[in-house]
């Protein structure tokens, strides 16, 4: 039975490498049955963005991502609460090639909720993936921001125009959600 079923997988590998569009297609839709995402080898890549779930996949030059922007505002932590539901995160933009995709996401919403906050520590800002905001990442807020004395501003929006800055996480706003396989 083993040596049946290696039989079939060689055969059908062997086809469908044929075609590498096929063999991607094929991959996406198995690892959509059960459940896995990305997938590499030095042969192929993969990347899955459920768009069932209203994700995009939006690429500029090498930086890929799967994310959605809301139709309807929320506070921060409902916003962080519907990404978290559906497999995501509040978008993180620690490179200059994730501010483009941000942007390219955007589209004509002036302003939006990343995940980036100092709720924990007024000061101590940190992206919704656990890690904290390095001095080289700071370069995404506009002039003047963010507000250290204000501890009532402790999420952060990015303006299409501005770039990033803190208000409180009480404001509604449309967001982006990142999609985390």
Do not use: H
């Not at 959509?32 to 459920?50: A, L, Q």
């Not at 942007?103 to 919704?128: H, P, T």
Request: aromatic residues 12%.
């Amino acid at each position: 039975m083993y040596l049946a079923i290696r039989s079939i997988y060689f055969t059908l590998s062997f086809c469908l490498l044929q075609s590498a569009t096929s063999f991607k297609q094929f991959i996406r839709v198995i690892q959509k049955d059960i459940g896995m995402y990305p997938m590499t080898s030095s042969n192929y890549s993969v990347f899955y963005c459920p768009t069932d779930r209203g994700f995009n996949e939006v690429a500029i030059n090498n930086t890929r991502l799967c994310a959605f922007v809301s139709n309807t505002t929320a506070n921060y932590y409902t916003a962080a609460s519907i990404c978290k539901q559906n497999n995501g995160l509040l978008m993180t933009v620690k490179t200059p090639e994730r501010v483009n995709l941000l942007k390219a996401l955007m589209r004509n919403n002036s302003c939006v909720y990343i995940g980036l906050d100092d709720i924990v520590q007024e000061g101590n800002f940190v992206w919704s993936d656990g890690t904290l905001l390095s001095q080289t990442e700071m370069a995404i807020f506009n002039v003047g921001t963010p507000t250290p004395t204000n501890s009532a501003e402790d999420c952060v929006v990015y303006y299409r125009i501005y770039g990033a800055n803190d208000l409180s996480c009480n404001k509604l706003q449309q967001y982006v959600c990142e999609f985390i396989p």
